[in-house]
């Protein structure tokens, strides 16, 4: 089964870093994931498709298009907003 | 006029004097403040036959029309001065307190010149120069010398070099309010060599503000932006810069091992999660700054600011270190000795380098946290192995015959972020006037984040369109001065909109953004008047010519060469990288050569 991993506040709404889920494409991996789970909805979806800033890669790549085929072997990763920098 | 406060302070460290006057208003216009004003005066000051560690060599301080009015992140100043480092131009800013309190002195410029016969401290009291001696403060770290000069945020601040300025570290940073940097390119050096320990600010000025209705209105417009950002209200204040460690690693873009891989197995344990989860105690804030990504963490050690993403990374993975309080711990040790993160971290991964394949007898091994407290503490006191380390990885990576080493670019260490994966980061760090630096433009939030909208990091053609206009859109916010988070709530328009009502000319974004590429084109005059040619527009070879073996950026290396000739183009430069006449003319900069 494609992998899933969860960063930053996604983990503590998950209850996990990582996770197992059933699904043939980008999207339906992320449907199975949110499922009943109304926090993690909340932190990734806005009107059923990723919120702006989330970032979903599909091994280590940015994804855009939910109907992106996936394999067994697929990592996919989820970033909630984020922000980068450091001082000068 | 109003915003500014049209006072320049002049000090002669030479004789112990100074003297006041008025700043030239038409330069003001054109260059706003900050690093604006800064490259400006230090075009006439600094020539190319000034040694940046010699007496001729000057600093100014700098601070911008915004400065010091309450607007959201006013806090920020800027230092301009030859970089002894890299032998660019320099300019490097912080945030913290100092910057609003140095407004509050009454000038809007402070140029420091000559060479004190004996260690130096200088008091600025409502405008009034007092010259102190500093010879028993000489030797002092950084945080007991900020305490005993009577910081208090915000009524008197302290400014001031550690152990690591006073030894003339190329790599020494300038310190404020305790823990906020300036650190790349070694301006604490340039302050050492003047024997010039610390400036203190205490005042009472206020700058007028053109249209208090419409900047009031403004700074609340500001407020509700920056509250309903995802990024400002939450992500930086709650996960903190470090929580791109993983992000980087994840997208193969983090640099590891001095650059030899671009994924650290250890990344997890040196993420932000990591931070926040086992050190983090709480967030802190600079003065008017209601996003507060400061954030103070504790070991069993050391309790104090950060560490950023990148101090983690420098220690953390570039040194393929995965032990997070040994990196917190280092991290407050810079601080405190006033060195550069990036810099020393990246210089360490560079003699671990040199050190593993025969080229250079030390112990210094990937991985060995344990080394870096006390080769930090030796390139302080230029002492041991220290007395190599202390000026920078190029000249180190030189002097054992191997400068293809230094990861470096115009001999200013890179940070974290790995061009292999990002082509047009590998343009930025090649162009920086600075050196490599994600500072002066950041093309995270394009080819990652998806700020303000997602492009193909891969990509390399129409990249330089992006690049130039992240590189003059951060000289804007430089010379404005505002920290650049707040860019990520509030479009560059916004910022047009407050300099009109604080000043009361009236700038259009367009104009806002001409004047941050007036800078830009001013800076590269400089570097081509101090000899730096085409060729130094460059990345290390191993960037341009070793791809990583695996991971998402596998097979891919920087390919820098057709983004340059684009991006000269574009610039309305010649093949040269040299501004054409009719550029310099339409930013009114023909007059300069
Ligand atoms: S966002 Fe962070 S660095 Fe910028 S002004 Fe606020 S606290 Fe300081």
């Not at chain 1, 806005?46 to 992106?68: A, E, K, Q, Y």
Request: charged content about 20%; hydrophobic content about 40%; proline content about 5%.
């Amino acid at each position: 089964m494609p992998v899933i991993k969860l960063f930053a506040n996604l983990r503590k709404f998950a209850g996990a870093k990582e996770l197992s889920v059933m699904g043939s494409t980008v999207g339906g991996v992320l449907g199975a994931l949110v499922g009943q789970n109304l926090q993690l909805r909340a932190a990734i979806l806005v009107d059923g498709i990723p919120g702006p800033h989330v970032i979903i890669t599909l091994n280590g790549h940015n994804i855009v298009d939910l109907n992106t085929a996936i394999d067994e072997q697929d990592v996919i990763a989820i970033f909630p907003p984020i922000a980068g920098g450091q001082g000068e | 006029m109003a915003g500014w406060l049209e006072k320049v302070l002049e000090i002669d460290l030479s004789t112990h004097t100074y003297k006041i006057y008025p700043l030239d208003m038409e330069m003001a216009r054109l260059f706003i403040g900050g690093r604006g004003i800064g490259a400006r005066l230090l075009w006439d000051m600094v020539g190319p036959n000034v040694d940046p560690l010699s007496p001729e060599n000057v600093l100014i301080f700098t601070n911008g029309p915004l400065t010091g009015t309450g607007y959201q992140t006013s806090n920020r100043f800027s230092v301009t001065t030859k970089s002894p480092l890299t032998g660019t131009v320099l300019d490097a800013n912080s945030g913290g307190f100092w910057g609003m309190q140095f407004k509050k002195t009454g000038y809007d410029a402070m140029i420091v010149r000559g060479k004190s016969e004996k260690p130096v401290w200088i008091e600025i009291k409502n405008g009034a120069v007092t010259f102190h001696d500093a010879s028993e403060l000489w030797g002092m770290r950084v945080f007991a010398l900020t305490k005993k000069l009577g910081q208090d945020n915000n009524k008197r601040n302290v400014l001031c070099i550690g152990p690591a300025g006073e030894n003339l570290s190329r790599v020494a940073a300038i310190m404020n309010d305790r823990e906020r940097a300036m650190a790349r390119g070694g301006p604490g050096a340039v302050m050492g060599s003047k024997n010039l320990k610390a400036i203190v600010v205490e005042g009472r000025e206020r700058p007028v503000i053109e249209d208090p209705e419409r900047f009031k209105f403004l700074l609340y417009e500001t407020r509700k932006l920056l509250a309903a950002s995802p990024l400002t209200s939450q992500a930086l204040p709650e996960f903190g810069t470090v929580v791109l460690m993983n992000i980087m690693n994840n997208i193969g873009a983090l640099a590891t091992r001095n650059h030899q891989q671009t994924q650290f197995e250890g990344a997890e344990a040196i993420s932000g999660e990591e931070l926040t989860e086992k050190y983090l105690v709480k967030n802190a804030a600079c003065w008017a700054c209601p996003i507060g990504c400061t954030r103070i963490s504790k070991t069993e050690k050391v309790e104090g600011e950060g560490p950023e993403f990148e101090s983690t990374w420098a220690f953390g993975a570039q040194c393929g270190i995965d032990d997070l309080p040994a990196i917190i711990e280092a991290n407050a040790l810079c601080n405190d000795l006033g060195l550069d993160t990036i810099s020393v971290g990246s210089t360490i991964a560079c003699a671990m380098e040199l050190s593993e394949k025969g080229y250079m007898d030390s112990d210094l091994r990937f991985g060995l946290a344990d080394m870096l407290a006390p080769t930090i503490e030796a390139i302080a006191s230029r002492k041991d192995i220290g007395a190599e380390l202390a000026d920078g990885s190029l000249r180190l990576a030189t002097k054992y015959g191997h400068p293809e080493l230094s990861m470096t670019a115009k001999g200013l260490e890179m940070p974290a972020y790995d061009p292999r994966g990002l082509q047009g980061q590998g343009l930025l760090y090649a162009t920086s006037n600075r050196g490599g630096c994600h500072m002066r433009g950041n093309m995270i939030g394009l080819e990652v984040l998806g700020l303000p909208k997602l492009i193909d990091r891969f990509q390399v053609q129409g990249k330089s369109a992006f690049v130039i206009l992240n590189q003059n859109s951060n000289a804007a916010i430089d010379s404005l001065v505002v920290c650049k988070f707040t860019n990520m709530g509030v479009a560059d328009e916004y910022f047009a909109r407050v300099l009109s009502a604080v000043t009361g000319i009236q700038y259009a974004t367009t104009e806002l953004i001409k004047a941050g590429e007036r800078v830009w084109n001013l800076e590269r005059l400089y570097n081509n008047r101090e000899g730096f040619t085409t060729k130094d527009d460059t990345l290390p070879p191993r960037l341009l010519n070793e791809a990583p073996v695996d991971g998402p950026s596998q097979g891919w290396v920087s390919k820098l060469d057709p983004m340059l000739k684009e991006y000269y183009r574009t610039r309305g430069w010649d093949e040269n990288g040299v501004p054409t006449k009719q550029k310099l003319t339409e930013l009114g900069l023909a007059d300069l050569v």
